[in-house]
Nanobody, 123 residues
Framework: QVQLVESGGDSVQTGRSLTLSCAYS?????MGWFRQVPGKEREGVGG??????YYAVSVKGRFTISLDNRNNTMYLQMTSLKPEDTAMYYC?????????????????????WGQGTQVTVSS
């Protein structure tokens, strides 16, 4: 089972940038980021597998997912942050086979999860 540890969450002002990290024990084939606000469903932010990245409409053009395979780390670079980006951010992992079969969003929902890192954006 892949072990995941997120870090980098912080409190920032609107319009600023922030980069989250997710350290993984071994590359699982498909990884992604989700976020959740208390009382709401966990929302998919983006996924990466088979050299491609995928993003939710709400973050496309502002957020970028990247990998550093040498250091076993996935990043989420967030720019032009808005108050509605405030959430607990989680990284998730599953196999590339499942992401191919079900799509990154559905596959990662039932994958392995980290403990989360809090991002707060103030206006």
């Amino acid at each position: 089972q892949v072990q995941l540890v997120e870090s980098g969450g912080d409190s920032v002002q609107t319009g600023r940038s922030l980069t989250l990290s997710c350290a993984y024990s071994t590359w699982p084939g498909c990884m992604g980021w989700f976020r959740q606000v208390p009382g709401k469903e966990r929302e998919g932010v983006g996924g990466i597998y088979a050299t491609r990245t995928y993003y939710a409409v709400s973050v496309k053009g502002r957020f970028t997912i990247s990998l550093d395979n040498r250091n076993n780390t996935m990043y989420l670079q967030m720019t032009s942050l808005k108050p509605e980006d405030t959430a607990m951010y989680y990284c998730a992992a599953t196999s590339a086979r499942l992401c191919n079969l079900r799509g990154w969003l559905a596959a990662l929902r039932s994958g392995n999860w980290g403990q989360g890192t809090q991002v707060t954006v103030s206006s």
